[in-house]
């Protein structure tokens, strides 16, 4: 386990997963029982669904948020044929 996090990449990327909290948790997302007693809130997810516009709101640290996806993208599927970076696998 300890040669795992001697790799820069590996360590960078748990000093950003553990040092950010989600941003959105279960309990901030939006109920059946807030939904139907809110109807404007109803009406903007149900626009921004229809405009294909996304429900999931913008990063809070979007600095942070940047350069783990940098990261996540070179990460590599080494169990996959050509061992493809996750980014050629349509995860990212």
């Known amino acids: 386990m300890t040669s795992l996090l001697k790799a820069p990449a590996l360590a960078t990327l748990l000093a950003v997963g553990l040092g950010q909290a989600p941003a959105a948790t279960p309990s901030s997302l939006p109920t059946e029982a807030s939904l139907s007693a809110n109807p404007a809130q109803l009406r903007d997810w149900a626009d921004r669904l229809r ?12 600095d942070q948020a940047e350069f783990a996806l940098k990261l996540f993208k070179t990460l590599r599927v080494v169990d996959a044929p050509g061992s493809p970076t996750l980014s050629n696998t349509g995860c990212a």
């Open 51 to 62: 405009e294909g516009r996304s429900i999931i709101p913008a990063p809070l640290f979007p």
